[in-house]
């Protein structure tokens, strides 16, 4: 509390130090201006004037004695504007250091708060119930939809799939088989009918020709 109120009093005591300083450049800057001006009358009036030369000479000591004024003031007012930029430069230092002390005290208290025998405890269990978890998945992603799953059923359903495929073979040769058979029938029964119909045409013809060779033997 101490050392705030007194940086406080410095840093004012700074600003109005620099205040005054550029006032009184201010009013040198005006006396160097006038006492130049007059330099110059008294210098016009030399001629006319016995006195004139004396009292530019006087107005150019008054001009010397201000420019020196002017140069120091400059000095001091350049050391002010340093001091004033140190004394921000350590507030913020010193800001940066109450910052890094308070945090450093409050990591100190947290980690007081923290077991590290605890925090492996947490580590661990953390661990396994990721384990546990992922065996909970692999479970249900193997038993949810069609139940247990194992080799000797893979092997069961792929033997059911191959009596079917030669089943269906069977029934498929069977088949191929009959319409072969039924076309034989066919091409049989046509062949039967044809030679009836060229035989009861035939038989009339050599029933005549037997006819009228006998006919012709009697005569």
């Known amino acids: 509390m101490g050392s705030s109120c007194a940086s406080m009093t410095m840093a004012s005591n700074l600003d109005a130090a620099a205040k005054e ?24 009036k030399a001629n006319i004037d016995t006195m004139a030369h004396q009292r530019a000479l006087n107005a150019m000591k008054k001009k010397k004695l201000f420019e020196e004024q002017r140069k120091q003031l400059i000095g001091a007012q ?22 890094l002390q308070a945090g450093t005290q409050q990591l100190k208290a947290d980690q007081l708060r923290m077991d590290p025998c605890k925090v492996e405890e947490l580590c661990d269990e953390a661990a396994m119930l990721g384990d546990e978890m992922r065996a909970i998945g692999d479970s249900l992603s193997a038993n949810y939809a069609i139940g247990e799953w194992n080799d000797e059923a893979a092997e069961a359903l792929d033997r059911e799939y191959l009596r079917f495929d030669q089943h269906y073979a069977s029934l498929k040769a069977a088949a191929a088989g009959d319409c072969i058979s039924t076309s034989h029938s066919r091409l049989s029964a046509g062949a039967l009918a044809a030679g009836r119909a060229l035989g009861s045409t035939e038989m009339p013809a050599a029933a005549g020709l037997s006819r009228n060779r006998v006919l012709a033997g009697v005569h």
């Not at 009184?24 to 009358?41: G, K, S």
């Open 78 to 99: 350049f050391n002010i504007d340093s001091l004033v930029f140190q004394t921000d430069q350590a507030k913020v230092t010193l800001s940066a250091v109450k910052a």
């Open 21 to 44: 300083i550029k006032t009184q450049l201010a009013t040198l800057e005006t006396n160097i201006l006038q006492a130049d001006q007059e330099i110059r009358e008294h210098v016009a």
